[in-house]
């Protein structure tokens, strides 16, 4: 799938929209979900434009996959989540239901959350 320079998430990396950051750096940019599912919901996205875990793996160079799920485990760390633990999920294409066209991994925490899906 064509990456569409558009979608919310290229104009949140762009500072063409505000977003609630907590944490970025080269790789990675982290921020509250809009419309968060759990007391704690977070969102962290790649500094690139990559649509899916496809397209992330198989493109992006090393260093950025290597930055981008480190700056996954370094945000659920800062907001205290290891202990008691705290969900990542990727939403991927139209079965994964996917919204935002940038690939991005939600963190979930702050309760014992539901099952999987
Ligand atoms: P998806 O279904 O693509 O995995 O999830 C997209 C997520 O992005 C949703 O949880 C939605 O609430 C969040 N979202 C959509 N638009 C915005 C926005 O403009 N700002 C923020 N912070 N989150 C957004």
Sequence with gaps: MAYDKDNIFAKILRGE???NKIYEDEFALAFHDINPQAPIHVLVIPKGEYVSMSDFTADAPDELIVGFFRAVGLVAKQLG???????????????GRQEVPHLHMHIFGGKKLGSMI
Excluded: Q
């Design 17 to 19: 929209i505000p977003c």
């Design 81 to 95: 989540l290891d202990e008691p633990g705290y969900r990542t999920l990727a939403n991927i294409g139209e079965h």
